[in-house]
């Protein structure tokens, strides 16, 4: 077995012997797996990429977190580390915010939301 998985398989182990009774009727074991695996993710900060928009990112180069426009993905080879304090302000005065109008074209979450509420609902019966 790969030693890579054995911090996690720990964690399941842990939690199995742990889980409560109540939580353990309501999901399937592939529920609950998945459920661990997005804790294993959260306890050590695996894949935390997420920064907030034109932030520079703690990185050689010291690339910056750049909003991209949809016509912006079909540059080829775009990738994560393009854009970096020594060139984003060039891409700052050649184009518009890409977010504008966002508040414009934004939906709630509520029926989202509700129907996940259904769907959960479901499971549990």
């Given at each position: 077995?790969?030693?890579?998985?054995?911090?996690?398989?720990?964690?399941?182990?842990?939690?199995c012997h742990?889980?409560?009774?109540?939580?353990?009727?309501?999901?399937?074991?592939?529920?609950?797996?998945?459920?661990?695996?997005e804790l294993?993710?959260?306890?050590?900060?695996?894949?935390?990429?997420?920064?907030?928009?034109?932030?520079?990112?703690?990185?050689?180069?010291?690339?910056?977190?750049?909003?991209?426009?949809?016509?912006?993905?079909?540059?080829?080879?775009?990738?994560?580390?393009?854009?970096?304090?020594?060139?984003?302000?060039?891409?700052?005065?050649r184009r518009?915010?890409?977010?504008?109008?966002?508040?414009?074209?934004?939906?709630?979450?509520?029926?989202?939301?509700?129907?996940?509420?259904?769907?959960?609902?479901?499971?549990?019966?």
């Amino acid at each position: 077995m790969n030693d890579r998985f054995a911090p996690f398989i720990a964690g399941v182990q842990a939690n199995c012997h742990t889980a409560d009774a109540k939580h353990a009727r309501s999901m399937t074991l592939c529920t609950y797996l998945l459920e661990m695996r997005e804790l294993y993710r959260w306890e050590h900060a695996y894949a935390q990429t997420a920064v907030a928009p034109w932030s520079v990112r703690p990185l050689p180069g010291a690339p910056v977190a750049v909003p991209l426009a949809w016509r912006d993905l079909e540059k080829p080879g775009l990738g994560p580390r393009d854009y970096t304090v020594r060139n984003v302000f060039r891409r700052v005065s050649r184009r518009s915010d890409p977010w504008a109008g966002l508040r414009r074209r934004a939906r709630s979450l509520g029926p989202a939301r509700e129907r996940l509420e259904r769907l959960r609902g479901a499971e549990r019966a």
